[in-house]
C-alpha cells in the first residue's frame, strides 16, 4: 500500500512540475527509515564514544543529534522557524517544549508527513524557503540538515528579513571542504563560500562547532546496507531482466547507460564511507546572532591595518586579541578573506609592472646568465630555489585533516609562505631597482599578512590546544634559533603527496618565466 502511494504521489507531482531527486532521496528515506528501522528522521546520527556504529543503533544515534541541535537553543527563545522540517519530528520536540514553531516544507509528501505529526499545534509553509511570505518574525530560524538545499545567497536574505532584532540563525549541516579530488557525496555548500557570503551579513558568530567526527559513522551505515541490501537486490533484479526479457534488457541497458553507471558510482561503487566524509565534508553547527547592520560594517582601519601586519611583531601584538576584534566585526573578516584570495594575483601584477617599467625606461636587470654574474644576482638566484625547495618541502606533507609539527613544519608555521617569500625576495634582487622593495614587501605584508591571520584561524578552530601548543614553540613565518636547531625530522614526507599537490610544476613555471623575462629583457636592451 506504500508503495502504491507513493508511485501515486510521484505521478500526479510530475504533472505538476520536475520533482528535485534530493527530494526524491528524502521521501525514500522517510519511508526506509519508518518501516525498516522504526525511526523517522531524516538526519545524519550524532555517534558518541559510548554507541557502537550498527545499523540497530542507528535511530538512537538520530535521537541524539535532536537533542544536540536543540541543546543550542539560545536562552529567552520564543518564536522558532523551522526550514526544511522534513517529516516534523524535530518541531514536535520544540512544540513540546514550549516553543512557538512554523515550518517550511517544500515537499508535498514529507508536508504531509509532518502535518500528520504536528496537527494544528504548527503552521507549515508549503514552499520553498526563498519563496516565503509572512508577516511573522522568529526569534530562531532553525536548518536542521537542510541548508544544503537552499540557494546560499538567496536564503541568507531571506533569514535577515524573518529574523527578529537580535534574532539568531542555527544551521547544523555539512559543507564541502576546498580540498583536491572527488567525492562520490553530493550535497553541501562550498564552507570557504558560506564564511565568505556570510561574513557580509549582519550576523555576530555564537557557535562554530565541527562535529564531523560524530556524524561520520553515518555514512559508514548507509554504504553497509548498500553494499549489501541493495545492491544484491539490484543484481537480482537485472538478472531476472536479462534472462526472461533479455532484449528489453539490452535496450534499457542501452538506452539508460549514462543514467545507471551514474547511479552505481554514487551509490553502489563502495565509496561513500566515513573516510571519505571526513576528508570532503565538514559538518557544522553554526549560531549566528543577528546585530545592527550600521554596527557590524563599523570598523577602525588602523586597527585592521595593525592586525595584518601585526604578525612582524609577534611578540608585542597577539594573534588572539586581534582575532577578538574581528570576530565582533565580520565585515574586517570579510576585508582579510578577500585580501588572502587575492595575494597572489597582486604580487605577479606588480612584477609584471615592474619588468614593462624597465624594458620601457631601459633599467637593465642582473643577470645571472652571463659569465661576470655580479653576487647580487647569485643571491636573488639562491634565494628563488631556496624558496622553491621550501615550498616543495612543505607541499609533502600536504594532508588535509593533519597538523604536521615536524620537518619544515617544526622550522615556521607556515613554510609555504616563507618559500614565497624567498621567490619574491629573490626576484627583486634580479630586478635591481630598491624602490620595488618598498612597493612588493608592503604588499606581500598585507596580502599574505590576511592569509596566515585566515589559515590561523581556521587551524585553532579544527585543532583547538593542540595548535595552541604548537604555536606556543613554532613561530609564523620568520624562524628562530631554537627552531632552526630542532628541525631534523624529514620522515613524514611523502613523494607521492608532493606531486599530487602539482607544486613541481608551479615551480617550474616561476623558474621558466624568469629565465624568459631574462631573455626578453636582454633582446630588448640589444
Same mark, same amino acid.
Given at each position: ?9 510521484? %505521478? ?10 534530493r527530494e526524491?532521496g528524502?521521501e525514500?528515506g522517510?519511508i ?17 564514544g ?5 545499523i540497530?543503533n542507528l ?6 543529534y535532536a ?12 518564536? %522558532?522557524?523551522?526550514?526544511g522540517c522534513?517529516t516534523g519530528?524535530?518541531a514536535k ?6 516553543y512557538q514553531?512554523?515550518c517550511?516544507?517544500?515537499?508535498p509528501?514529507? $508536508?504531509?508527513r509532518?502535518?500528520?505529526v504536528?496537527?494544528? $499545534?504548527s503552521h ?7 519563496e ?9 530560524i532553525l ?5 544544503q ?7 541568507l536574505?531571506t533569514?535577515?528579513?524573518f529574523?527578529?532584532?537580535g ?7 555539512f ?20 564564511y ?8 555576530e ?19 553497509d546496507?548498500l ?18 526479457y ?8 542501452w538506452?539508460?547507460?549514462?543514467q545507471?553507471?551514474k ?5 553502489l561503487?563502495?565509496g ?11 559538518y557544522?553547527l ?6 545592527d547592520?550600521?554596527?557590524a560594517?563599523?570598523?577602525d ?14 611578540e608585542k601584538?597577539k ?15 570579510y576585508i582579510v578573506?578577500?585580501l588572502?584570495?587575492w595575494r597572489i594575483p597582486a ?15 631601459g633599467k637593465k636587470p ?17 634565494l628563488?630555489l631556496?624558496?622553491g ?8 606533507y600536504?594532508v588535509?585533516?593533519?597538523?604536521? $609539527?615536524t ?7 607556515h613554510?609555504?609562505f616563507?618559500? =614565497?617569500?624567498?621567490?619574491i ?12 622593495w618598498?612597493?612588493v614587501l ?9 592569509? %596566515?591571520?585566515?589559515e590561523?584561524?581556521a587551524?585553532?578552530k579544527k ?8 604555536? =606556543? ?6 624562524p628562530?634559533?631554537r627552531?632552526?636547531?630542532s628541525t631534523r625530522?624529514f620522515?613524514?614526507w611523502?613523494?607521492k603527496?608532493?606531486?599530487s =599537490?602539482g607544486?613541481l ?9 624568469a629565465?624568459l ?10
Amino acid at each position: 500500500m506504500v508503495i502504491v502511494n507513493f508511485v501515486e504521489w510521484s %505521478i500526479n507531482m510530475r504533472k505538476d512540475k520536475k520533482t528535485d531527486s534530493r527530494e526524491i532521496g528524502l521521501e525514500i528515506g522517510a519511508i526506509c527509515g519508518k518501516y525498516f528501522l522504526k525511526s523517522q528522521h531524516l538526519h545524519y546520527g550524532y555517534w558518541t564514544g559510548e554507541l557502537e556504529v550498527d545499523i540497530a543503533n542507528l535511530r538512537i544515534a538520530q535521537e541524539n543529534y535532536a537533542k544536540f541541535l536543540i541543546s543550542h537553543i539560545p536562552d529567552g527563545v520564543k518564536t %522558532i522557524l523551522d526550514v526544511g522540517c522534513g517529516t516534523g519530528q524535530i518541531a514536535k520536540k520544540l512544540v513540546d517544549m514550549g516553543y512557538q514553531v512554523d515550518c517550511v516544507s517544500p515537499s508535498p509528501f514529507l $508536508t504531509k508527513r509532518a502535518r500528520e505529526v504536528l496537527g494544528n $499545534t504548527s503552521h507549515i509553509f508549503d514552499c520553498y524557503y526563498e519563496e516565503l511570505q509572512t508577516e511573522n518574525r522568529y526569534d530562531v530560524i532553525l536548518f536542521g540538515e537542510s541548508f544544503q538545499y537552499v540557494d546560499l545567497q538567496k536564503a541568507l536574505d531571506t533569514t535577515i528579513k524573518f529574523s527578529t532584532k537580535g534574532g539568531h540563525l542555527l544551521i547544523c549541516d555539512f559543507f564541502k571542504k576546498d580540498v583536491k579530488g572527488n567525492s562520490v557525496l553530493g550535497g553541501g555548500h562550498e564552507l570557504t563560500k558560506f564564511y565568505d557570503l556570510i561574513a557580509q551579513c549582519p550576523f555576530e558568530l555564537v557557535k562554530d562547532l565541527d562535529i564531523t567526527e560524530e556524524t561520520a559513522p553515518t555514512t559508514d551505515i548507509y554504504d553497509d546496507a548498500l553494499q549489501k541490501a541493495v545492491r544484491p537486490v539490484v543484481g537480482l533484479v537485472f538478472d531476472f531482466l536479462n534472462d526472461r526479457y533479455p532484449v528489453a534488457s539490452k535496450f534499457l541497458g542501452w538506452k539508460y547507460k549514462k543514467q545507471m553507471n551514474k547511479i552505481n558510482e554514487e551509490y553502489l561503487s563502495g565509496g561513500r564511507v566515513s573516510e571519505d566524509f571526513r576528508k570532503f565534508k565538514s559538518y557544522r553547527l553554526f549560531l549566528y546572532k543577528k546585530v545592527d547592520s550600521k554596527k557590524a560594517c563599523q570598523f577602525d582601519f588602523r586597527d585592521a591595518y595593525l592586525g595584518s601586519i601585526g604578525l612582524q611583531f609577534e611578540e608585542k601584538i597577539k594573534l588572539s586579541a586581534f582575532k577578538n576584534l574581528v570576530d565582533s566585526n565580520k565585515r574586517l573578516n570579510y576585508i582579510v578573506s578577500q585580501l588572502r584570495r587575492w595575494r597572489i594575483p597582486a604580487l605577479w601584477l606588480a612584477f609584471l609592472i615592474f619588468i614593462v617599467e624597465d624594458i620601457l625606461t631601459g633599467k637593465k636587470p642582473y643577470e645571472f646568465l652571463l659569465p661576470d654574474i655580479p653576487i647580487v644576482a647569485i643571491i636573488g638566484a639562491v634565494l628563488i630555489l631556496s624558496g622553491g625547495f621550501l615550498r616543495c618541502l612543505a607541499r609533502g606533507y600536504f594532508v588535509e585533516g593533519c597538523l604536521f $609539527t615536524t620537518g619544515p613544519y617544526a622550522l615556521v608555521r607556515h613554510p609555504l609562505f616563507l618559500g =614565497t617569500l624567498f621567490i619574491i625576495m629573490g626576484l627583486l634582487f634580479l630586478l635591481n631597482d630598491w624602490f620595488n622593495w618598498v612597493v612588493v614587501l608592503l604588499l606581500f605584508t598585507v596580502f599574505y599578512g590576511s592569509a %596566515i591571520i585566515h589559515e590561523e584561524w581556521a587551524l585553532e578552530k579544527k585543532f583547538g590546544k593542540e595548535w595552541e601548543l604548537y604555536k =606556543t614553540k613554532v613561530p609564523a613565518i620568520i624562524p628562530s634559533l631554537r627552531s632552526v636547531f630542532s628541525t631534523r625530522d624529514f620522515s613524514g614526507w611523502q613523494w607521492k603527496v608532493f606531486l599530487s =599537490t602539482g607544486e613541481l610544476i608551479s615551480f617550474s613555471v616561476i623558474l621558466t618565466l624568469a629565465l624568459l623575462i631574462e631573455f626578453l629583457e636582454e633582446a630588448m636592451f640589444k
